[in-house]
């Protein structure tokens, strides 16, 4: 049913129901925005003991954000007290559960909670949300918020299971382990390794890290704040604002670099090829950890520590394919058998799963496996045709390569109420994009990542079969303005069922 056939200047008395899953950054950022806009009736499903994504489960040592916290933070909730430029995991944890509280959203959030499977009722206009202890819930709209990095990564190496010491992800470090001494090995350089490894690097034994492809480094000494500086970020007026506004723009310059790889991309390249060399005094560890990919094709990081970590006396880097795991350790493709007391999984998560293996199904029985069966899509990265009253917070085609996925959060959270309110303005009972608004959306979308660093290499932003799933083509000033306004003549509207209709009229 077309947006102008279903009472569009008539308003809803309805209270409009909402579930959302996840209790991160994403759903934090959704549930604050429904409620200061007069939706109270929301429940927040988080599977963990406690709210927080991310940055509940990763605390391993070093554990810290890479964008600085100005910009990685809610702009409407600034802290001003951070202790660094890029704060830890536990300031993090922290400041989401004070913005939760602030906002009244921690009381929302059942935790231990594991959502199985959510079913859309064409009849009724209702999600029913199954939860994995077998209860059976319903809401008007489905907001998930599981994001793309919380399901554990660990490749599938032969003699895995068979060995004898002790193993862990990064994303669950075992702090009752007590590594000092101990003879350990790191399998994955990626932005989680680079991290810990510095921390852990001055009281192991041995420590052998395992690495397939070197990274692209930037500069980050990230040192406590002094005194001056603390005081002048707390008192001076407008210096925060400017402090996150040029940060804001540094970031849409890396953004910049991957998009033009032959010019701006080349001059980046120059200033991390230079940081590099000063921090690779080994010739034999420098040619080991150099990249061999174009600048920006998979995530830059930013580590002032790592690279001299490799560099340590009691430190190897084996750049050797790994042929299978033994009780005993782990043997590389040169026949080499490093012999090891404990094995640390640096290897990441399955972005491109999404919400699966929860199972969604929507108008008509659909089954969102088979409709993202030639890769994950939606428009703006928030609605698919056929699944009415869902978004997605941190979809697909919203991650971001050098800003703040808080700000892309926050745009989703404003665009997904925007929508809602049409179900309220409209007395509808159902708001779906159309099916070719999203398809002209992702083709175009697609088609800018022609002739940028992405498309130049493999990287965790694309699935199996190649497509980039991940991560958004343009800049985050782009994203801002394409998701802030929504459009009711890009979707479809379903009335309300009559008994509903009459119990609002």
């Known amino acids: ?57 990763n605390s391993y040592p070093g554990a810290a954000c890479d964008v600085p916290s100005h910009l990685y933070s809610f702009s409407y909730a600034q802290r001003r007290d951070w202790s660094r430029l890029c704060s830890p995991q536990a300031e993090i944890h922290a400041y989401l559960h004070e913005v939760s509280r602030s906002h009244g959203i921690d009381a929302l959030i059942e935790t231990n909670t594991t959502v199985t499977a959510c079913s859309w009722d064409e009849d009724a206009c209702r999600w029913t949300v199954e939860t994995a202890a077998g209860a059976s819930l319903q809401a008007d709209a489905l907001i998930l918020a599981t994001g793309q990095l919380h399901q554990l990564a660990v490749p599938r190496i032969e003699g895995r299971e068979s060995f004898a010491g002790h193993s862990f992800h990064s994303a669950e470090w075992d702090h009752t382990y007590p590594l000092a001494g101990k003879r350990v090995a790191v399998i994955g350089t990626g932005a989680s390794a680079v991290q810990f490894v510095p921390e852990i690097a ?47 723009e540094y ?78 350790g782990i043997r590389s493709s040169d026949g080499v058998l490093r012999e090891i007391d404990c094995l640390i999984w640096a290897t990441g998560f399955k972005t491109t799963d999404f919400m699966f293996p929860m199972q969604i199904r929507g108008r008509e029985g659909r089954d969102l496996h088979e409709t993202w069966a030639e890769g994950a899509h939606a428009h703006l990265g928030m609605t698919v045709p056929g699944y009415p009253n869902m978004f997605l917070m941190y979809g697909p085609n919203t991650n971001t390569s050098g ?51 992405w498309v130049e290499c493999d990287s965790w932003y694309r699935d199996e079969n190649g497509r980039i799933v991940a991560n958004w083509p343009g800049y985050m000033r782009e994203y801002l303005e394409q998701t802030r306004e929504l459009d009711p003549a890009e979707f479809r509207f379903a009335p309300l069922p009559d008994r509903v209709a009459a119990s609002t009229a």
Not at 221 to 242: D, E, F, H, M
């Open 403 to 453: 800003g703040s996925i808080i700000v892309y959060l926050e745009a989703q959270a404003a665009y997904l109420r925007q929508a809602l309110a049409q179900l309220r303005t409209r007395s509808a009972g159902a708001i779906e994009v159309l099916g070719e608004v999203e398809a002209v959306s992702d083709r175009a979308l697609q088609a800018r990542f022609a002739g940028t660093a």
């Open 202 to 248: 001055a009281e192991v034994r041995s420590l052998a890290v395992f690495q397939r492809t070197g990274n692209w480094f930037l500069p980050r000494k990230n040192r406590r704040y002094n005194a001056a500086v603390s005081a002048a970020i707390a008192r001076v007026p407008g210096l925060q604002a400017l402090r996150r506004k040029f940060v804001f």
């Open 1 to 57: 049913m077309s947006a102008a056939a279903v009472h569009p200047q008539t308003v809803s008395k309805r209270n409009l129901e909402v579930i959302i899953v996840g209790a991160g950054c994403g759903g934090i950022a959704a549930a604050i925005e429904l409620r200061s806009h007069g939706i109270e009736s929301i429940r927040i499903l988080e599977q963990a003991p406690d709210l927080g994504g991310t940055w509940y489960f």
């Open 251 to 328: 970031t849409e310059s890396l953004t910049l670099a991957i998009r033009h790889p032959r010019t701006v991309g080349r001059l980046t390249k120059a200033r991390s090829t230079a940081f590099m060399r000063s921090q690779l005094k080994d010739p034999i560890v420098r040619e080991k950890a150099w990249p061999d990919y174009t600048f920006g094709c998979k995530r830059i990081l930013f580590s002032s520590h790592f690279l001299p970590a490799l560099q340590r006396a009691n430190v190897e880097l084996v750049t050797e394919a790994i042929s299978g795991i033994e009780p005993e």
